[in-house]
C-alpha cells in the first residue's frame, strides 16, 4: 500500500487494532490483512476518501467480507472467517508485538 502520510498511516493502524481487540486476532494478522487489501492501491493525504466509513467498516469487511455489522439482529453464527493472507505473502510485514 503507498502512504507515506502519517494520518492515513494512523488510520490503517485503527483498522488494524479494531480487527485484534474485535476478533482476537495477533496484530500482525490484522497488519497482513490490510496490507492484503489495499496493496495496489494508491491514497491521497488524510482524510482519503476511504475515510469516509470508520475503521471498523474496514475491519469487518476485511475479516468476514460483506456483512450487516451494523444490525444487532444479525445472525452472526453465519458468518465465516476470510483467510488470511498467505504466511508467504509479502503482506505479512511486522512481528507480533
Not at 489495499?38 to 468476514?64: N, R, S, V
Request: hydrophobic content about 35%; proline content about 10%.
Amino acid at each position: 500500500m503507498a502512504t507515506d502520510d502519517p494520518e492515513m498511516q494512523e488510520y490503517f493502524r485503527e483498522i488494524a487494532e479494531f480487527m485484534v481487540d474485535e476478533f482476537a486476532i495477533g496484530y500482525p494478522e490484522a497488519v497482513a490483512r490490510v496490507n492484503e487489501a489495499f496493496k495496489d492501491q494508491e491514497f491521497a493525504p488524510y482524510p482519503d476518501i476511504i475515510c469516509h466509513e470508520l475503521p471498523e467498516h474496514w475491519a469487518y469487511g476485511l475479516y468476514y467480507g460483506d456483512v450487516p455489522y451494523w444490525d444487532e439482529d444479525a445472525d452472526r453464527s453465519t458468518w465465516t472467517v476470510r483467510p488470511a493472507p498467505d504466511p508467504a505473502s509479502p503482506s505479512w510485514t511486522v512481528r507480533e508485538r
